[in-house]
């Protein structure tokens, strides 16, 4: 898998620990030979991802500071890419928030501020990124976010978050075609369920890890290596002639009815 993305500047978002899908992102980037950036939100994040390289011995090209929730925020981050790395050719947007508390019961119980949250954190958050990162990509690139099959089914207990990632999965098609003109591909990874800490957050995830190998036609869970190497496809010019689509990595189980 070497030289797919050898040295490419590459912006990683949503590294919180070592079970992040942004962290089995880096670890498949790494191994291609791409140069990394990564941005954070909590301080907490930080520490762990910092551990986390110099475990790994992975060195990163840039550290900054980046909270979805404000527009300064990402534009100061990005502000900061171009000035300590110059050209970028990839982004993986891997962050989403919800409420806790709405990631349980009925869907018709969703707050206003709950809703409003969601859709801000984790579908808004990449129009405002896609943007930002446009002017730092001028030698085309590839932009990859992650999502789940409640934006396309009803997941019981995924509620707001399902509706917030199928907002995420429409954004990903009209942001496709406004970034093709400058041969910047948007595409999305809806991966099976994976234990991180936000996966924490949302009721019945063991039952749902049990569907899966019940079920899905692999009859096994993926996980973070698994999605990391679907989205190095989706960075390298191996995925050339794609933009605009959702990739299951799922073990099939979208396609079982
Ligand atoms: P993690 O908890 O490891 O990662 C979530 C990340 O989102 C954290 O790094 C967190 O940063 C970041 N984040 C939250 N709010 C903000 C904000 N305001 N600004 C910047 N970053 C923020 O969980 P996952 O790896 O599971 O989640 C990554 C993505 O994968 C999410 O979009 C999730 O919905 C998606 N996904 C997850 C699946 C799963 O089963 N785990 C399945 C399919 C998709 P911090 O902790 O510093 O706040």
């Given at each position: 898998?070497?030289?797919?993305?050898?040295?490419?500047n590459i912006v990683i978002m949503g590294v919180a620990s070592e079970r992040s899908i942004a962290w089995g992102v880096t670890t498949s980037l790494h191994k291609a030979g791409a140069n990394l950036i990564f941005t954070y939100r909590q301080d907490r994040s930080y520490g762990k991802l910092t551990k986390l390289l110099e475990k790994h011995k992975i060195?990163?090209?840039?550290?900054?500071?980046?909270?979805?929730?404000?527009?300064?925020?990402?534009?100061?981050?990005?502000?900061?890419?171009?000035?300590?790395?110059?050209?970028?050719?990839?982004?993986?947007?891997?962050?989403?928030?919800?409420?806790?508390?709405?990631?349980?019961?009925?869907?018709?119980?969703?707050?206003?501020?709950?809703?409003?949250?969601?859709?801000?954190?984790?579908?808004?958050?990449?129009?405002?990124?896609?943007?930002?990162?446009?002017?730092?990509?001028?030698?085309?690139?590839?932009?990859?976010?992650?999502?789940?099959?409640?934006?396309?089914?009803v997941i019981q207990n995924y509620n707001i978050m399902g509706v917030a990632k199928a907002s995420l999965e429409a954004s990903v098609r009209y942001l496709a075609e406004d970034m093709g003109k400058?041969?910047?591909?948007?595409?999305?990874?809806?991966?099976?369920?994976?234990r991180t800490l936000s996966a924490k957050g949302v009721s019945?995830?063991?039952?749902?890890?049990?569907?899966?190998?019940?079920?899905?036609?692999l009859r096994r869970n993926v996980d973070q290596d698994q999605v990391g190497d679907a989205t190095l496809f989706f960075m390298s010019e191996l995925s050339r002639g794609v933009t605009g689509e959702v990739l299951h990595v799922d073990s099939g189980y979208h396609i079982i009815g």
């Open positions: 898998m070497s030289n797919l993305v050898e040295g490419k060195e990163a090209k840039w550290i900054v500071e980046c909270d979805v929730a404000s527009d300064e925020s990402i534009t100061n981050a990005f502000a900061t890419i171009k000035d300590k790395v110059g050209v970028i050719h990839g982004v993986v947007h891997s962050v989403a928030f919800a409420n806790r508390d709405e990631l349980k019961g009925e869907y018709a119980n969703t707050s206003r501020e709950g809703f409003l949250l969601a859709h801000e954190i984790s579908a808004f958050s990449l129009v405002a990124v896609t943007k930002a990162a446009k002017e730092l990509m001028t030698e085309g690139g590839s932009i990859v976010t992650q999502t789940y099959l409640g934006a396309e089914k400058y041969d910047i591909r948007v595409n999305a990874v809806s991966a099976g369920p994976i019945g995830f063991n039952e749902k890890q049990g569907l899966i190998e019940e079920k899905a036609p």
